[in-house]
């Protein structure tokens, strides 16, 4: 048995209206000065603002609501710095999706410590900086990477001249994190998708990666039935309560995924190419390249290493897409139906080519040597990841 350690917040909460827990959680933790983080559009449109300004007058809780608009840049964190000196809150706060919940960790961390975000996005060592005075609670408006359990940081838009990709460590990881299924339906339709991609990358990632372990694995498959069963219901349906159950749910597992395993070479192209073009949403590039990057994996593993735990796992994926039993003599049949599996959910999601999402392919090199393969369950060469971008362009 494999030995692993595990990360999580302090306290989950799932389920319907579970945002209405917001303000009793501030309260436990004695706190009486709140900066909420969201942005405008989500605010406006779903009624969550006139809850939270309940909720905190009943709980005698002071509070200020920090609006984020992206992209940001160094000048919004200073401006967010003047509020939060000003201020002096004792608890943040982050309702929103990814770039909200990003926004809030980073703030924090500068807060507490003082120091410009050009310092936090430079910085290695994982015990350099403190965030163990004031907690961060997240409810999560779109649950689209699980980023409300995880540990990792991405500021989009930040040194756009270097490789930007996440800044993973404890510290990120919110004390408290809520998912209330029922604030997805206010999501865009195309936000649902790209977000549903990226929870599926992570899970098919989380799961081969050569970092899993055993509790992981456990998990990983579960989450990949849900979010395959409830994405192309919620694109047409956003309102339908049994897909946002399922989908809230497998992005709650891809983000414990996300924490606990490693990502693959999936994600290392994704951040490469954000990290480029950072105007091109992280969801959609993920599905732009999930067929051809499992595609080329499944292949090395299958030609190079048959027996090995990578072609397993995939063939395991492969029983669930198809509904045939996993064993060693029907990984070939197993392993193409993965790829057959994948083909037609992204043509029928009508998953975005890099082309469409204005990718040039002069930038493929660079974009390459900038790649991280994280735990990506085979080694591939400069050219086969090249390979990649060219069968999603």
Do not use: W
Request: aromatic fraction near 10%.
């Amino acid at each position: 048995m494999n030995t692993f350690s595990l990360k999580f917040p302090g306290n989950i909460i799932f389920g319907d209206n579970s945002v209405n827990k917001l303000g009793t959680i501030t309260a436990m933790r004695m706190k009486n000065r709140a900066v909420v983080f969201t942005n405008g559009r989500l605010m406006d449109c779903s009624g969550i603002k006139d809850i939270i300004i309940e909720q905190f007058k009943d709980a005698g809780i002071d509070y200020t609501i920090v609006e984020i608009n992206m992209p940001v840049n160094e000048g919004s964190f200073n401006e967010v710095m003047k509020i939060l000196r000003n201020f002096k809150p004792d608890i943040f706060v982050a309702v929103g999706e990814d770039d909200v919940i990003n926004f809030a960790k980073a703030a924090r961390i500068l807060f507490e410590n003082e120091i410009e975000i050009s310092e936090l996005i430079k910085f290695q060592n994982k015990n350099h900086y403190d965030s163990n005075t004031l907690p961060l609670v997240v409810v999560t408006t779109m649950s689209g990477s699980g980023n409300a359990v995880s540990d990792e940081l991405i500021i989009k838009g930040m040194l756009t001249d270097k490789y930007c990709g996440p800044l993973k460590n404890d510290i990120f990881i919110p004390e408290c994190a809520i998912i209330d299924p029922l604030l997805i339906k206010f999501a865009t339709p195309q936000d649902i998708l790209y977000c549903g991609f990226d929870i599926f990358s992570r899970l098919i990632e989380s799961y081969v990666s050569k970092n899993a372990n055993l509790f992981t694995d456990a998990l990983m498959l579960q989450g990949l039935k849900l979010i395959a069963e409830a994405l192309p219901v919620l694109v047409n349906n956003p309102n339908d309560q049994s897909a946002l159950n399922s989908y809230a749910y497998a992005s709650l597992l891809a983000g414990i995924g996300s924490a606990n395993s490693r990502l693959t070479l999936i994600h290392g192209l994704t951040y490469a190419v954000c990290s480029k073009y950072c105007d091109i949403p992280h969801g959609a590039v993920c599905g732009a390249i999930m067929f051809a990057a499992t595609l080329l994996n499944m292949q090395r593993v299958q030609m190079f290493d048959p027996t090995s735990t990578a072609t397993k796992k995939y063939a395991k994926i492969g029983s669930l897409f198809c509904g045939i039993d996993e064993s060693f003599d029907k990984h070939g049949v197993l392993l193409r139906g993965v790829t057959e599996y994948l083909k037609e959910f992204t043509q029928k999601l009508k998953a975005p080519r890099l082309s469409r999402l204005g990718v040039d392919k002069e930038d493929f090199y660079s974009i390459v040597s900038v790649t991280n393969p994280y735990g990506n369950p085979v080694d591939l060469a400069e050219t086969e990841i090249i390979d990649i971008l060219e069968m999603s362009y």
